[in-house]
């Protein structure tokens, strides 16, 4: 069973940024990131595959949110610029054991405990 770690959440002001990390005890394949505010589902924000040659975004943070990994650490980043307080949210980091880009949470298989990330306005 992986387990997935997240850390680099906080509180930060508008136009601010975070870099979310999440590493894996194990190995694992493409990677997503998640989040939910309160009294709001789970959404979907970045994917990256296994190689880290391909990437995928929610429309609402295209151009601000940039997903990374380096998988001789098992980790993978969430680089996030140009912060609105409507970002502010529980981030969760999620791993596939398979390949393919994925936007759905059901398609993951592991997933990390959350980290805070409040933007102030």
């Known amino acids: 069973q992986v387990q997935l770690v997240e850390s680099g959440g906080g509180l930060v002001q508008a136009g601010g940024s975070l870099r979310l990390s999440c590493a894996a005890s194990?190995?694992?394949?493409?990677g997503g990131w998640f989040r939910q505010a309160p009294g709001k589902e789970r959404e979907f924000v970045a994917a990256?595959?296994?190689?880290?040659?391909?990437?995928y975004y929610a429309d609402s943070v295209k151009g601000r949110f940039t997903i990374s990994r380096d998988n001789a650490k098992n980790t993978v980043y969430l680089q996030m610029n140009s912060l609105k307080p409507e970002d502010t949210a529980v981030y969760y980091c999620?791993?596939?054991?398979?390949?393919?880009?994925?936007?759905?949470?059901?398609?993951?298989?592991?997933w990390g405990q959350g980290t805070q990330v409040t933007v102030s306005s």
């Open positions: 194990g190995r694992t394949f493409s």
């Open positions: 999620a791993a596939r054991a398979g390949y393919g880009l994925r936007s759905g949470p059901e398609a993951y298989d592991y």
């Open positions: 990256i595959s296994w190689s880290g040659g391909n990437t």
